[in-house]
């Protein structure tokens, strides 16, 4: 299995973010950060894959920091697709743009990231585990002080495959 440039690239970005650089710019009141990790919320999503006979979706997802800006972040997360055929699982780590902040009720974004995805017997193909390329968009809707639904579209395996899910999400507080 060959491991593609893209995804050494990304790890090598989070292990350099891991280790804690920051960044301040007087020019904006030092809120400007080169990389801020941690763990700032989590989701729990559930949906349909549309692929074939379809499948049914749960998923959880991390929001493990900021990329720069507190709008561009870092999320990984992982779906496992049951029925209708063949079991699958995907481990995602994605960079999301969110095109406001999070005090504001309704919150847009887009993204993409790699992913590592199988099926069940995948030790009887060939090209199995792959990595496929990630497209996700989607908006938060607030409930209740830093609790959001979501709403989320995934192209997966480069436009190959569509998730939709839904979902509540926690943020972190000021």
């Known amino acids: ?11 090598l970005t989070t292990s350099l973010a891991a280790q804690g650089n920051n960044q301040n710019s007087e020019a904006d009141g030092g809120n ?3 990389f801020q990790l941690g763990l700032y919320g989590f989701s729990a999503r ?4 549309f692929q074939g ?27 496992l697709g049951f029925g209708w055929g063949q079991n699958t699982y995907v481990a995602n780590i994605e960079v999301i ?3 406001t ?14 992913a590592l995805a199988g099926q069940e017997g995948c030790d009887l193909t060939d090209d199995c585990p792959s990595f496929w390329a990630q497209f996700v968009l989607g ?6 002080n830093q609790i959001n639904w979501l709403l989320e579209y995934h192209a997966e395996e480069a436009f190959g495959r569509h998730r939709i899910l ?4 926690t943020r972190r507080g000021n």
């Open 1 to 11: 299995m060959r491991i593609p440039p893209l995804f050494i690239g990304l790890l």
């Open 32 to 34: 400007t950060r080169l």
């Open 46 to 49: 559930a949906g349909v894959d």
């Open 53 to 79: 006979e379809g499948q049914a979706v749960a998923s959880i997802a991390l929001d493990m920091g900021d990329l720069y800006t507190e709008r561009l972040r870092l999320r990984p997360s992982a779906e």
């Open 97 to 99: 743009h969110r095109f």
């Open 101 to 114: 902040s999070d005090s504001v009720a309704a919150v847009p974004y887009i993204g993409g990231g790699i």
């Open 139 to 144: 908006f938060e809707l607030r409930l209740r």
């Open 166 to 169: 839904i979902g509540l999400t």
